[in-house]
T-cell receptor, first 112, second 111 residues
Framework: DAGITQSPRHKVTETGTPVTLRCHQTENHRYMYWYRQDPGHGLRLIHY???????DKGEVSDGYSVSRSKTEDFLLTLESATSSQTSVYFC???????????FGSGTQLSVL | QKEVEQDPGPLSVPEGAIVSLNCTYSNSAFQYFMWYRQYSRKGPELLMY????GNKEDGRFTAQVDKSSKYISLFIRDSQPSDSATYLC???????????FGTGTKLQVIP
């Protein structure tokens, strides 16, 4: 998976608890992204980063925050998890903007 | 109406068949077109990447883009059971980070 590691791979949590997902890359790519994948909706962009400490919102950013303190790490935080955030979360990286994306293996998150 | 439309399938074909997967789109600004393959419980992997209109071939795979009709296709020749996966089309205007994905077509190749 192009030097991308997501952790954890699976997580079950309760409504109202905070959750942090981690993405680590070894490719030194500038751009990093968080997507969620749901049946009938495909992949939807949550947040993305275009450099250390440079982030912006995607199309489904409500309820999520991100941080990037190092080139290789991009964190996604659910401040107070809700059942609607049950999904598969993918991290992706790219060398150039808007172009070829390389994905991690995903995190299956269940919010009960 | 979604920006990118893709038939979800499932599509079931016998081994050796030619497979045609398609997407239509509405945004005329799209100029980068991609196909991703996603195996069950795995992340999508980039299969084909095309800029603007035309054809691109890579082994058994051919990607076609018709910008005048806003229609892209992926052809798989001599399909194999290992091709069984979900295929996602994706496209971008090359602008700020936004890649728009289709919902995916599930393909099953039967031995």
């Amino acid at each position: 998976d192009a030097g991308i590691t997501q952790s954890p791979r699976h997580k079950v949590t309760e409504t109202g608890t905070p959750v942090t997902l981690r993405c680590h890359q070894t490719e030194n790519h500038r751009y990093m992204y968080w997507y969620r994948q749901d049946p009938g909706h495909g992949l939807r962009l949550i947040h993305y980063s275009y450099g250390v400490k440079d982030t912006d919102k995607g199309e489904v950013s409500d309820g999520y925050s991100v941080s990037r303190s190092k080139t290789e790490d991009f964190l996604l935080t659910l401040e107070s998890a809700t059942s609607s955030q049950t999904s598969v979360y993918f991290c992706a990286i790219s060398e150039s903007r808007g172009e070829k994306l390389f994905f991690g293996s995903g995190t299956q998150l269940s919010v009960l | 109406q979604k920006e990118v439309e893709q038939d979800p399938g499932p599509l079931s074909v016998p081994e050796g068949a030619i497979v045609s997967l398609n997407c239509t789109y509405s945004n005329s600004a799209f100029q980068y077109f991609m196909w991703y393959r996603q195996y069950s419980r795995k992340g999508p992997e980039l299969l084909m990447y095309t800029y603007s209109s035309g054809n691109k071939e890579d082994g058994r795979f051919t990607a076609q883009v018709d910008k005048s009709s806003k229609y892209i296709s992926l052809f798989i020749r001599d399909s194999q059971p290992s091709d069984s996966a979900t295929y996602l089309c994706a496209m971008s205007d090359g602008g700020y980070q936004k890649v728009t994905f289709g919902t995916g077509t599930k393909l099953q190749v039967i031995p």
